[in-house]
């Protein structure tokens, strides 16, 4: 049961366009929600996060939106570059106990920002 | 600071051999977390720590075991290795109930 699914394996954007990457999740009991970034031979890497109680949270060229009734968030990136080709997660979070989340992640999506 | 690290960066193992992941962390955070990456299925969580002394299953725990005798440690162990264990393993720690960091992986062939 795939509580979170990034539904495309991979996306293809000109480089100064708008990069759109999307996410749906089941449980409504997550109460966070994250995107990771991931370069081939590294770990994942924080990108931005919301919390449930907002509905856009902005750092920089990343955007991210969250629509609670629809399940469904999405990071937007603006203006794409080269150096934004790269594997994103997304990821839920519940916490479990004791303050410890549980992060929950999607299959995640591929990135190419072509020149 | 180093942040997160895991030893090895690399490792084949022939069925039913055994071997231990380590990971160690330099930023004083309580909680840690194992985790397996295969295509197309994500990061999936295998077993994570609270505290010192303290260790819980996550989704996909079996066939692993995990120790925490020290804050900055934590070891991930496979007793009995299989082919379906060949995967890319990720351990994380973190402060808060938020935000984890992430070590760069040991990519696991058992053959």
């Known amino acids: 049961d795939q509580q979170v699914k990034q539904n495309s394996p991979s996306l293809s954007v000109q480089e100064g366009r708008i990069s759109i990457l999307n996410c749906d999740y089941t449980?409504?009991?997550?109460?966070?929600f994250l995107w990771y970034k991931k370069y081939p031979a590294e770990g994942p890497t924080f990108l931005i996060s919301?919390?449930?109680?907002?509905d856009k949270n902005e750092d920089g060229r990343f955007t991210v939106f969250l629509n609670k009734s629809a399940k469904h968030l999405s990071l937007h990136i603006v203006p794409s570059q080269p150096g934004d080709s790269a594997v994103y997660f997304c990821?839920?979070?519940?916490?479990?106990?004791?303050?410890?989340?549980?992060?929950?992640f999607g299959q995640g999506t591929r990135l190419t920002i072509n020149p | 600071n180093a942040g997160v690290t895991q030893t090895p960066k690399f490792r084949v193992l022939k069925t039913g051999q055994s071997m231990t992941l380590l990971c160690a962390q330099d930023m004083n955070h309580e909680y840690m977390y194992w985790y397996r990456q295969d295509p197309g299925m994500g990061l999936r969580l295998i077993h994570y720590s609270v505290g010192e002394g303290t260790t819980a299953k996550g989704e996909v725990p079996d066939g692993y075991n995990v120790s925490r005798l020290k804050k900055q440690n934590f070891l991930l162990g496979l007793e009995s290795a299989a082919p379906s264990q060949t995967s890319v393993y990720f351990c994380a720690s973190s402060y808060s109930s938020q935000r984890e960091f992430f070590g760069p992986g040991t990519r696991l062939t058992v053959l």
């Open positions: 449980n409504s009991m997550f109460d966070y």
């Open positions: 919301i919390s449930s109680i907002k």
């Open positions: 990821a839920a979070s519940a916490l479990i106990i004791q303050g410890a989340q549980k992060l929950v």
